[in-house]
């Protein structure tokens, strides 16, 4: 399989603390994307970074990116109740049209 | 509105029979996929679609078939044959490599 990991599986924080979420995956990429799952519903694209990037901003999402370790990790500033989610880091080959997600983590925001 | 729709939201199938789910996209997009989740797990991918007539197997496709004669259709049939078919399904599409996947509401398969 080439589905990656993310780390934590599970993480609860108090509102207006940030939240990190790590990410490995296997193979050679061309980008990284992560996803949000509220419970029970599909997934939503938050951020895609490019493997020529390190890092990227997108309101109060920070991600990086390190290709020389296959990981990359997920940055919720000043999280909110509202936050409280499943995220998913999901990446392709360079070749060919797969599309492989994480296995999660699954973030809790205590107001 | 364009979007991927997938139906029924809840579906629930007896031993032996089988059920085909169904998911259809209005985005143009040329690849689809389908994959399953299970209960606090991550996604599994079943099947890929990357252009109308031709699929490609995922990880866990035995048990599973699908069809793209459509572009904007990719529907999936959960067969007898696969012996734990109880999870969350889901869809996706994208109109080409190294863009944003868009993924349905999910279907929730039960056997009963």
């Known amino acids: 399989s080439q589905q990656g990991e993310e780390d934590p599986q599970a993480l609860s924080i108090q509102e207006g603390e940030n939240a990190t979420m790590n990410c490995s995956y296997k193979?050679?990429?061309?980008?990284l994307q992560w996803y949000r799952q509220n419970s029970g519903r599909g997934l939503v694209h938050l951020i895609l970074?490019?493997?020529?990037?390190r890092e990227k901003h997108s309101g109060r999402l920070r991600v990086t990116l390190d290709t020389s370790k296959k990981s990359s990790s997920l940055l919720i500033t000043a999280s909110r109740a509202a936050d409280t989610a499943s995220y998913f880091c999901?990446?392709?080959?360079?070749?060919?049209?797969?599309?492989?997600f994480g296995t999660g983590t699954s973030l809790t925001v205590i107001p | 509105d364009g979007g991927i729709t997938q139906s029924p939201k809840y579906l629930f199938r007896k031993e032996g029979q089988n059920v085909t789910l169904s998911c259809e996209q209005n985005?143009?997009?040329?690849?689809m996929y389908w994959y399953r989740q299970d209960p606090g797990q991550g996604l599994r991918l079943i099947y890929y679609?990357?252009?109308?007539?031709?699929?490609q197997k995922g990880d866990i496709a035995e048990g599973y078939s699908v069809s793209r004669e459509k572009k904007e259709s990719f529907p999936l049939t959960v067969t007898s044959a696969q012996k734990n078919p109880t999870a969350f399904y889901l869809c996706?599409?994208?109109?080409?490599?190294?863009?944003?996947?868009?993924f349905g509401q999910g279907t929730r398969l039960t056997v009963v």
């Open positions: 996706a599409s994208r109109s080409r490599v190294n863009t944003e996947a868009f």
């Open positions: 193979t050679s990429i061309n980008n």
């Open positions: 970074i490019r493997s020529n990037e």
């Open positions: 999901a990446t392709g080959p360079n070749t060919g049209n797969q599309f492989y």
């Open positions: 985005l143009n997009h040329d690849a």
């Open positions: 679609s990357q252009i109308v007539n031709d699929f």
